[in-house]
């Protein structure tokens, strides 16, 4: 199975702060990759795919970059909404795994 | 506009058996692959089973390979969960997804069902 790693597993920051999450594969997935956002008590959303591409009616200070085994998921001007748990998740091969998570909470 | 509205969710026994649907509306609901993803309480999310939009091919995790049968009927655009011989760590809510492929994401989720497995 493909292991992905989140670092860091919660971050503090402020509202206009620009924040970066890395995940980590355990192996080459090219760059099938997907980012998602989730709020306390709600379903998870889906931010990112292909690594880098912006699911529609996403805003554009989410960004999504890297392939093969480390990518990284950058929040340009953080705003009160977006603090949530992110996880990134590879669609490289069965079982479609999940990252640990990264909580993004106000400093 | 994108709907998934899941049941059936609720509290059982070990061992016991549950059947989680997922109602879909807004999309041609047989060309898109389905998906149920869980999340067990406090924890990450966990892919745990996908069909095709023909209901000809399925993929299982393998902690739930052989207890976990998934299924559709198209012609009630409606995704299904067989959830047979259940343990304490299949407690979760479990989230109905469209999508959930090799090279293709989950784009859609239902609010999930909670399931919880308890003596």
């Known amino acids: 199975d493909i292991q992905l790693t989140q670092s860091p597993s919660f971050l503090s920051a402020s509202v206009g702060d620009t924040v970066t999450i890395t995940c980590r594969a355990s192996q080459g997935i090219s760059s099938f990759l997907a980012w998602y956002q989730q709020k306390p008590g709600g379903a998870p959303k889906l931010l990112i795919y292909?690594?880098?591409t912006l699911q529609s009616g996403v805003p554009s200070r989410f960004s999504g970059s890297g392939s093969g085994t480390e990518f990284t998921l950058t929040i340009s001007s953080l705003q009160p909404e977006d603090f949530a748990t992110y996880y990134c998740?590879?669609?490289?091969?069965?079982?479609?795994?999940f990252g640990g998570g990264t909580k993004v909470d106000i400093k | 506009e994108v709907q998934l509205l899941e049941s059936g969710g609720g509290s059982v026994q070990p061992g016991g058996s549950l059947r989680l649907s997922c109602a879909a509306s807004g999309f041609t609901f047989r060309s898109y692959v389905m998906s149920w993803v869980r999340q067990a309480p406090g924890k990450g999310l966990e892919w745990v089973s996908s069909?095709?939009?023909?209901?000809?091919?399925?993929q299982y995790t393998d902690s739930v390979k052989g207890r976990f049968t998934v299924s559709r009927d198209n012609s009630k655009n409606t995704l299904y969960l067989q959830m047979n011989t259940l343990r304490a760590e299949d407690t979760a809510i479990y989230y109905c997804?469209?999508?959930?492929?090799?090279?293709?994401?989950?784009?859609?989720w239902g609010q999930g069902t909670p399931v919880t497995v308890s003596s």
């Open positions: 292909a690594a880098s």
């Open positions: 997804v469209r999508g959930l492929w090799l090279r293709f994401p989950a784009d859609y």
């Open positions: 998740q590879q669609l490289n091969s069965y079982p479609l795994t």
């Open positions: 069909i095709s939009g023909s209901g000809g091919t399925t």
